[in-house]
């Protein structure tokens, strides 16, 4: 039984009409109608929500009767996957962002500072702000590049898997 029969199996148990259940749930009868008609499906708060409302586990709710996924259940897994690619392409631009900023810095530092010979004729300069300058640039743009490509690759299984369907 998918997830959108299944609550309205349940919301008919407890002799709640669509208007009762939205009231409870403070959305709308047309949301509920939604959910029943698996046009889309309920966040995770709604769904503790309605575990509540209808005094069952999250687990029963989720899983149904017959434990099997439904597609509720391939959602909350599919929400969860996205969260965490999100967070780490989020990570890895913050990361890159840094190495752009330092190596941008280090070589404004370079070309502002004064080179100069001392009375015994030693050269002061600091020359290794350039490569290190340079490699944290370097570093910053493969952080961002690795971050795009990631982003296409992904975007292009989730096309060839909707052809497939």
């Known amino acids: 039984m998918d997830f959108g029969q ?10 709640l009409t669509q208007v009762q259940f939205a ?41 149904g009767e017959n434990n099997h996924m439904n597609n509720i259940t391939e959602k909350v897994i599919k929400d969860g996957s996205e969260t965490r690619k999100a967070k780490y392409n989020m990570v890895t631009s913050i990361i890159g962002g ?25 050269l002061h300069e600091n020359f290794f702000l350039l490569p290190l300058g340079f490699l944290s640039i ?8 690795s971050v795009g490509i990631r982003a296409l690759i992904e975007k292009c299984k989730a096309k060839s898997l909707t052809v497939k369907e």
């Open 98 to 122: 840094i190495f752009l900023l330092m190596g941008l810095l280090m070589l404004v530092i370079k070309g502002m500072s004064v080179e100069y010979v001392d009375a015994q004729g030693i």
């Open 138 to 145: 370097f570093c910053g743009l493969i952080l961002f590049v």
């Open 23 to 63: 009231t409870q749930l403070h959305v709308s009868r047309q949301a509920v109608s939604n959910w029943e008609n698996n046009k889309n499906l309920p966040d995770i708060e709604m769904l503790i929500q309605m575990s509540h409302i209808f005094d069952i586990s999250l687990d029963q709710l989720l899983k």
């Open 6 to 15: 299944q609550i309205k199996t349940i919301r008919k148990e407890k002799k």
